[in-house]
């Protein structure tokens, strides 16, 4: 039997909830990915790279915050990695996660 990760995630920062749903979190890697050169130029700080991403969310009708985008970025990268580090050890059943190939295309 394979492990499968949930499909939704609800994250709780500064008091607020915000209920990830799959279409989000897809629309927030696509978004980061667009903008990761921003990211690692040092341009513009980490800060208002996020913000920016937070506006686009905005604009496409998600109601979330820099902070939120960057949490969950963070959560979204752990979870690759955990499952990464798990299926490369010879004798674990493969884990699957709904969001490891869009994810493994950001660096």
């Given amino acids: ?3 499968f990760i ?3 995630t609800i ?10 749903t799959d279409t989000c979190v897809i629309f927030l890697l696509r978004t980061y990915q667009e903008m990761e050169k921003k990211f ?3 341009k513009i700080s980490h800060k ?3 913000e ?7 604009d496409k009708g998600y109601n979330i915050t820099g902070p ?4 969950k970025l963070k959560s979204l990268k752990k979870t690759y990695k955990s499952i990464k580090d798990h ?3 010879s004798g674990n059943e493969r884990r699957t996660w709904q969001h490891y190939e869009a994810r493994n295309n950001i660096s």
């Fill in 40 to 42: 690692t130029s040092g």
């Fill in 1 to 3: 039997m394979r492990d």
């Fill in 6 to 8: 949930p499909l939704v």
């Fill in 11 to 20: 994250h709780i920062f500064a008091g607020s909830l915000y209920r990830w």
């Fill in 87 to 89: 299926n490369v050890k």
């Fill in 48 to 50: 208002k790279c996020w």
């Fill in 68 to 71: 939120q985008c960057s949490s």
């Fill in 52 to 58: 920016q991403i937070a506006k686009i969310m905005k």
